[in-house]
């Protein structure tokens, strides 16, 4: 059996395999917010390793999320203390994502020294990005000496969801251009070419890009100077700012994308603010995306809000019909979780493909160990 930890910025998800079958899984959110019972991720973890029974379950592996592996880890890898350490200097890079990763790491390594602990690497599939998409327009040296380049995430749940929407399209992955809209409390656009990570909107950490649960995504960089110099602000004053109360938090003070949808439909205007400024940004990069693969043949919404709302889906895709991109109304608003929502004969499919991180994950584990991987999802409803 593989067991499988997988931490976001406020969640932490857990699956356990047993071959091809899921058979426990579950989430612990709300991690660290206001009222939430979950103080941080330790505590998350000790209550999934109790719920489990890490502590005598029967594991051949356990498998970790890790957001950021930088330039050195673009493939799945067994920890032991130099990996562990790596990943820990990692963290200026993901100080949202490396830190909980990382405590899920050390607490279950401590419970489980017996099995090994592989580090799976959302970094590792735009390892693939060409050096046009990757390379920032800074001084070269100043770059190679400090690592600054694009890294992009949410790569496991891309790989993924690229495969699923091939497969729901009944088409070869190697002959789709797609976009993959990881839609959560984090957010990224990726342009996938042949299965391969060729643009995606999130860089150098996972700050930039769209707007998010409470990151800003892309913004001048000069706000921080005149932040810096007119307000006086820290390095870490920044820091704090730009993801903790940006994004939907910073523009309406709520970064549930369901309450802010509540809010706006009665009339608040931050709201309303705020759900525009999130949908303008995604159209946005669709378009350039667009332009970057050059001929597109699918678009897939996934994660929390791009599988749940169509409301968000609706308003992202609005206005793009000469691009070939139509929503259908009555696919959008219900189906089977996994589906095309556009109209019929639109030149470019529009799908909702649910991601299954742990999945993914446990199929790398399992491929790296020399074990029998999990099988593929055939099921559009495989989500037990």
Do not use: W
Not at 3 to 8: Q, R
Not at 72 to 101: M, W, Y
């Amino acid at each position: 059996m593989i067991l499988v930890l997988n931490s976001g910025s406020s969640s932490l998800k857990y699956a356990l395999f047993d071959g091809a079958a899921r058979v426990a899984a579950g989430t612990v959110e709300r991690i660290g917010e206001p009222g939430s019972p979950t103080p941080d991720h330790e505590a998350a973890i000790a209550q999934v390793a109790d719920q489990v029974g890490l502590s005598t379950l029967p594991l051949d592996a356990i498998g970790h999320r890790v957001v950021h592996g930088g330039a050195g880890f673009q493939k799945p890898t067994v920890i032991d203390d130099d990996v562990a350490a790596e990943i820990r200097s990692l963290i200026p890079l993901a100080p949202l994502h490396n830190p909980a990763n990382l405590q899920g790491i050390d607490l279950t390594r401590r419970l489980r020294p017996d099995v090994p602990h592989v580090a799976v690497f959302d970094t590792a599939f735009h390892a693939t990005l060409p050096a046009a998409a990757s390379t920032y327009a800074l001084d070269r040296a100043v770059s190679r000496r400090y690592g600054i380049r694009r890294y992009g995430f949410h790569g496991t749940s891309c790989a993924y969801v690229s495969r699923r929407t091939a497969a729901l399209l009944a088409r070869p992955i190697e002959e789709l251009n797609l976009i993959v809209l990881h839609l959560g409390n984090g957010a990224s656009a990726t342009a996938i070419q042949s299965g391969r990570s060729v643009e995606t909107s999130m860089g150098l950490t996972p700050l930039e890009g769209l707007a998010m649960g409470s990151r800003t995504g892309d913004i001048d960089p000069a706000v921080a100077f005149l932040l810096a110099r007119q307000a006086g602000m820290s390095v870490d004053d920044l820091d704090d700012l730009y993801h903790h109360h940006g994004g939907l938090r910073g523009l309406c003070g709520d970064n549930d994308m369901r309450t802010v949808l509540r809010r706006a439909a009665d009339g608040d205007g931050d709201a309303r603010l705020a759900l525009d400024v999130y949908c303008h940004r995604i159209r946005r990069y669709v378009g350039a995306y667009y332009a970057v693969l050059g001929r597109l043949d699918a678009i897939a919404f996934t994660a929390g809000i791009g599988e749940n709302s169509p409301e968000v889906r609706a308003r992202t895709l609005a206005g793009l019909l000469r691009l070939g991109i139509t929503v259908d109304p009555a696919r959008n608003a219900t189906g089977p979780a996994e589906r095309v929502i556009s109209a019929d004969g639109a030149p470019v499919s529009v799908c909702v493909v649910p991601t299954d991180e742990e999945r993914a994950i446990a199929e790398e584990v399992a491929a790296l160990l020399n074990q029998s991987a999990p099988a593929p999802v055939v099921s559009s409803v495989d989500k037990t």
